[in-house]
């Protein structure tokens, strides 16, 4: 992650402005940028409305486009989501708002900005809604979590870009043009790519199209009917012959940046999030209120399938082709409960091997008045990437209970392990040199300690770290796991290793038959994908002082 300036990251954070460079979005990998910025995809690991504390958001359109994104807010136990919404961008647009936490234990949404949404958010703010969708999700898990920001594609109508055009006193000329459009049905839904075997139907009448084996909502390629009128093979979501594109493939050049506000201690903390570009080259477009759809786009719903690592020897580049896993890990995934059968796609693997990382790795300070937290978000597991289910090609499945009754069937499903999730082991090192052990030629400083394993049990997991004193979540954290050093470590960095894991498709977990092997001798199936940052809070001359660092991160490519 690029590390800017606090007095910089909260004046962008307030003004809309942002202190990060922009990166083109050129490529045909899914790739990275700590920067963040230039993607298509935005990934903010963290929120939190807990003691006292309330998150501050702005994202920022750079390029001359009119777009139009999904915003997901997801909860921090088993990433189920809480709140989402489409924004339709006028060029160089910021779309702000903030969370805060309710008189009754809940998060509302707020904004004050302009840009046009869809749904329109209230005047009075939204509120999260998981807590009351979802059997699994508790008020707890939703006052934390993380976001999704998902760029659906470029709005070409020459008549909805003037409805969204902002005029000299900032206001859009007409945001209804929004509604109108999918009342019209000049927007439709579709874009994602299914699994070949799954029929998902539509719960409204937003779709233009009929639902058929291998496509959720319209299906590329075929010949619609729209408006009763055969327009022809289409060519991406709504270039159809003899029309005009509504809306074209993302072209990235999204940006932002986050506040974690501590209005106890009054300190600020800056959270930037991870940029992926090449995610997709087709539009998706997909409404909020969709029983079957709410969860597309999704981080597994792009077209983007190759990434580019190091070889076994590290010398050379090798390119990992993904394809598309057999079964969309939403359609069985019991957390949903009683929701059932909602897809989120079937393409996760490109994303999770370029977030993939061998070790996270930043410094702690625990002393007197000083507390560290680290944040370590797993945004994929949401997809099947290291959670507690396996995939089985061949199975019965019971629908009476949910359960799969005994191997030799013919329906592929995604079944509960209820297995220990991934765990790391924590090296922490002194800041001082130990003389007496140090030889000459020996290198400073010596390996101080080693923890039991790190065990990641969640979505978000917050490590609060302390050497024995009284060290409360720096971030107010509610769910925040206590990580013990041995008594003296006050001060010094700590790494996390996760060279054990690793997407090994020959394992129980990862079978031959749920995906395709990546390129022979290639290392960039090392690790885990994760993401996240540090945050410290200290005293200076009775003042407190809030700070964030990036994680020092390992990766295999």
Not at 160 to 167: F, M, R, S, T, Y
Not at 270 to 281: L, R
Request: hydrophobic letters at 40%; one cysteine or more; glycine letters at 10%.
């Amino acid at each position: 992650m690029f590390k800017k300036t606090k007095i910089a990251a909260v004046t962008a954070a307030v003004l809309g402005v942002s202190a990060m460079a922009i990166a083109p979005s050129a490529t045909a990998d899914v790739t990275l940028s700590e920067t963040g910025a230039g993607g298509q995809v935005l990934i903010f690991p963290y929120y939190n409305v807990n003691n006292g504390f309330s998150t501050s958001y702005n994202i920022i359109n750079t390029k001359n486009e009119y777009k139009a994104i999904k915003v997901r807010f997801r909860e921090s136990n088993t990433s189920n989501d809480v709140l989402d919404f489409n924004v339709y961008m006028s060029p160089y647009d910021v779309f702000t708002m903030g969370l805060t936490k309710t008189a009754t234990g809940g998060v509302l949404m707020q904004t004050t900005d302009n840009t046009c949404t869809f749904p329109e958010i209230p005047a009075g703010g939204k509120a999260f809604i998981g807590a009351d969708v979802y059997d699994s999700v508790k008020a707890a898990d939703v006052r934390e979590g993380y976001l999704e920001v998902i760029e659906m594609g470029v709005v070409e109508d020459a008549g909805i870009q003037a409805g969204l055009l902002h005029d000299a006193s900032g206001m859009p000329d007409n945001c209804d043009v929004v509604q109108d459009a999918w009342t019209d049905k000049d927007f439709i839904q579709g874009g994602a790519t299914g699994d070949a075997i799954t029929v998902v139907d539509q719960n409204n009448a937003y779709d233009n199209g009929v639902s058929a084996a291998g496509f959720y909502g319209y299906a590329l390629g075929d010949d619609p009917l729209v408006f009763a009128n055969n327009l022809g093979v289409a060519t991406s979501l709504y270039n159809l012959a003899g029309t005009v594109e509504v809306l074209s493939a993302p072209t990235g050049g999204l940006a932002g940046s986050s506040v974690l506000v501590d209005t106890v201690n009054i300190a600020g903390f800056v959270a930037e999030p991870i940029s992926i570009d090449g995610y997709s080259d087709s539009a998706q477009h997909y409404i909020p209120s969709d029983q079957s759809f709410y969860l597309l786009p999704a981080l597994a719903s792009g077209t983007g399938t190759t990434v580019t690592s190091l070889d076994s020897a590290g010398t050379a580049l090798a390119t990992n082709t993904w394809v598309d896993v057999a079964r969309d890990f939403g359609l069985d995934d019991t957390n949903l409960a009683p929701n059932t059968s909602v897809p989120s796609g079937v393409n996760p693997m490109p994303l999770a091997n370029a977030l993939l990382v061998t070790s996270l790795a930043n410094q702690y300070l625990v002393a007197g008045e000083t507390s560290t937290d680290w944040v370590v978000a797993a945004p994929m597991r949401k997809h099947g990437i290291y959670n507690d289910f396996q995939y089985t090609a061949d199975a019965l499945y019971d629908a009476d209970n949910g359960d799969l009754e005994s191997a030799g069937g013919t329906n592929p499903y995604w079944k509960h392990l209820d297995t220990d999730d991934i765990a790391a082991p924590f090296t922490y090192y002194d800041r001082e040199e130990q003389v007496a052990n140090v030889e000459p030629g020996d290198f400073s400083p010596p390996i101080q300690g080693v923890t039991a394993d790190v065990p990641f049990e969640r979505e978000v997991n917050i490590l609060a770290l302390t050497s024995g004193g009284a060290n409360p979540s720096v971030l107010g954290s509610d769910n925040a796991q206590t990580v013990t050093m041995d008594s003296g470590f006050v001060t010094g960095w700590g790494s996390l290793d996760f060279n054990q894991a690793g997407l090994d498709l020959a394992a129980a977990r990862y079978s031959a038959a749920w995906v395709a092997n990546p390129v022979a001798g290639s290392m960039g199936t090392v690790g885990a994908p994760l993401s996240g940052f540090s945050a410290s809070r200290g005293t200076v001359n009775g003042q407190n002082l809030g700070e964030t660092f990036p994680m020092i991160v390992e990766r295999i490519r």
